[in-house]
């Protein structure tokens, strides 16, 4: 859905939208793992929302 540059330890950040943990291991091993610039990942998985603002007021 997403992907983001990030600094830090991680080069990037992607936000997967997935049926279930089998199709995101199925997206993991037929296509982020098949890259060649992929030399790994961590998955994070979100438990629950706790807020979600969509409006940034900037001065």
């Known amino acids: 859905m997403d992907c983001f540059a990030t600094t ?3 080069d990037y950040h992607l936000r997967v939208l997935c049926k279930d943990i089998s199709a995101y291991n199925h997206f993991l091993e037929t296509f982020l793992f098949r890259l060649p610039a992929v030399q790994s990942a961590q998955t994070n998985v979100v438990l ?3 807020k979600n603002g969509t409006v ?3 001065n």
Do not use: H, L
Request: with cysteine; aromatic share 0%; net charge neutral.
């Open 8 to 10: 830090g330890q991680a």
């Open 48 to 50: 629950r929302e706790i």
């Open 56 to 58: 940034c007021p900037v």
